[in-house]
């Protein structure tokens, strides 16, 4: 896809839209390689000098993502980039694979997830 400001602003839309329906805040997006290399090591930290090579990364420490919108060849696979990246921000500590492609599957069809909370631990009682 060719990136011009039109699709700039559609990328925007979705990424809000989706990281509302996440209860993520909204996160930094970058459209180029270029911008990647421009940013702050610490924001770009792990794949900073390899993000040409995917559709898209997420650098969750810094609430960021990556959507290399020259590499993605229609708009079904820009929304599914958007909706992985943004899965990884709001679920970090899964990996890849069938929970996690569930989850991103789950999401394209609408699904809202509530904010993320860590578990407290059960009151243990003698």
Do not use: W
């Given at each position: ?28 997006v ?6 990647v290399?421009a940013?702050?090591k ?13 559709y ?11 959507i ?12 599914n ?7 990884h921000q709001?679920f970090?500590?899964l ?6 492609n569930k ?5 394209l ?7 993320y ?7 243990i009682?003698?």
């Amino acid at each position: 896809m060719k990136l011009d400001d039109e699709l700039r602003l559609i990328v925007l839309e979705k990424v809000g839209i989706y990281s509302k329906r996440f209860s993520t805040p909204e996160p930094q997006v970058f459209f180029t390689n270029k911008e990647v290399m421009a940013a702050p090591k610490e924001i770009t930290e792990g794949c900073r000098t390899t993000a040409y090579k995917y559709y898209g990364v997420s650098y969750m420490e810094k609430n960021t993502i990556f959507i290399n919108v020259k590499k993605i060849p229609d708009e079904k696979t820009l929304e599914n980039t958007i909706v992985h990246e943004l899965i990884h921000q709001r679920f970090p500590y899964l990996s890849h694979g069938k929970r996690f492609n569930k989850l991103v599957r789950q999401g394209l069809r609408g699904k809202t997830f509530d904010p993320y909370r860590k578990r407290n631990s059960p009151e243990i009682s003698c």
